[in-house]
């Protein structure tokens, strides 16, 4: 374990001095698309849009008020009281700036087209899959994030690449809210989780820009990166899924979905690019996604501290080479080689046996065994709140703030 851990960070301390040039050219090297954007807003949850191509488009209403008050307020005030709101149903705290206040209020609010039924049928499939989502929120999404070279820059260079695990912590908090039974109920916290998420992003559009590691005229996190975060998580999982032959009902796919294109919504995506079924969404990610994904230095790098995290706290049982090999299991060998993930001679080939029984032996006691769901959720549970104490390290509740400093 040790050898491992330090082999790799040999290598990086002799490629650490080439991180911002290879970084800057990596956000460089692509500023058009290779092919024009084709998607057709017909496929979105409103069925109709100008059809812009969202590169070009950002958050306007949220980076004109954060960047205001990132500029003329009082932040670590601001910061102290956003803290003190985490329920959907809360009034917004006073003493806020009033721009703020009022954006808080309009981006709270739900679209007319959310679905109370389908949100109860995503709780359903959430319930079912408790497991496989923790492992695909962490080794699909979460790996792959390191892989989407703008997402991997943007968060190297910004506060986040300095201070990852709260970074981390932040993110999880995320696919924890959108999986809880009241996710987007007055008591639920999904709501001001994006919300909050959404400022964050404004505050690094406002501050990345202003480092001397970030290439000028460049502005990160444009609604393309938006909906390229959004198919890491959403899309990705459910091709998982298919591809692990596990059979959902239909209310509870599009159950799924739905929370999903709702945290869209929330997170300042525009309703024209939330894809309205999965086979739009897959349609989209084909253009988004998939041609996209490449590795970068900063990329790799912020992929090894991930798989460090188990070895900060001595969790054997989270050790990097368990971790690589759940990464290279579930993402594949191009991208484990890409992040220069080694192969793991025992856990890999157990995975490669195990796993699809495992998945099957589930999925058929569900099903064979109605009762059995409130206990397997209770498990799943406890797994899914670990994994938001451990990467806290054990500092709850997590607070989403917006940041003062680039990384």
Known sequence: ???????????????????????????MAKTARAEPWSWSPQGSVVGSGNGADPLTLFDPEADAVIADVMDHADVPAVNRLLGTWTRNGQPIPDG???????????ARQLPSWADQGKLAASFDFTQKRGTYLGVLYAFAS??????????ALAVYYSRGGSHLKDRIAKTAKLGYDIGT????????????????????HAAVRHLLPQSPHWPADTTPISQNDLMVTW????????RTFDAWHVVIPPAESDGYLHSWQL???????????????????????????????????????????????????DLSLLSAPILGAFTRFILGDRVADWLQIPREPVWSPLLQVAWGPFVAVKEGVQGAIPPSADAAWMFDEFLRQFVLWYVSELHMPISIEIPLTNR
């Open 263 to 313: 945290a869209g919504h929330l997170i300042g995506i525009r309703d024209e690019y939330i894809p309205a079924s999965w086979d739009q969404a897959n349609s989209q990610a084909t253009q988004v996604l998939d041609p996209i994904l490449a590795p970068t230095a900063e990329g790799v790098d912020l992929a090894h501290k991930l798989l460090d995290l188990g070895f900060d706290l």
């Open 181 to 200: 039974v009241n996710a987007y109920a007055p008591d639920g916290e999904m709501i001001v989780t994006c919300v909050k998420t959404r400022m964050i």
């Open 231 to 238: 198919h890491s998580l959403a899309t990705t999982i459910m």
């Open 1 to 27: 374990m040790d050898a491992y851990r330090l082999s790799r960070r040999d290598a990086f301390r002799a490629g650490g001095g080439l991180l911002g040039a290879v970084g800057a050219l990596a956000v």
């Open 96 to 106: 806020l700036p009033n721009n703020l206040r009022d954006f808080m209020e309009s």
């Open 142 to 151: 979460g790996m792959m994030s390191t892989v989407i070279p703008h997402e």
